[in-house]
């Protein structure tokens, strides 16, 4: 009978160590979720502010007759394309 008892207070320690565990792998994966969200948030800033900039460049070019090409756009797929074909 003793044997039974020490058998089911281990599986008491091992099902609340496997609790524990989860628990803090769940926090920890949450927290890096975050962080991640974060990250995306400032790159589309960036891009956005980097798109405004190149806008702002090939209309400066544009205006004073330059004869270089607008800058290739890139499509969702990420295959660059020109604007005008």
């Known amino acids: 009978m003793r044997e039974i008892k020490s058998f089911a207070d281990a599986i008491r320690q091992n099902a609340a160590q496997l609790r524990q565990n989860l628990a803090q792998a769940t926090n920890q994966f949450t927290a890096e979720a975050q ?3 974060a ?3 400032k790159l589309n800033s960036i891009t956005g502010e980097m798109k405004a900039a190149n806008k702002e460049v090939d209309a400066l070019l544009a205006d004073f007759g330059s004869n ?8 969702k ?7 005008g074909k």
């Open 77 to 83: 797929n990420g295959v660059t394309v020109n604007k």
């Open 68 to 75: 270089f090409p607008e800058a290739p756009v890139a499509d």
């Open 39 to 41: 990250n995306v948030e």
């Open 35 to 37: 962080s991640t969200n």
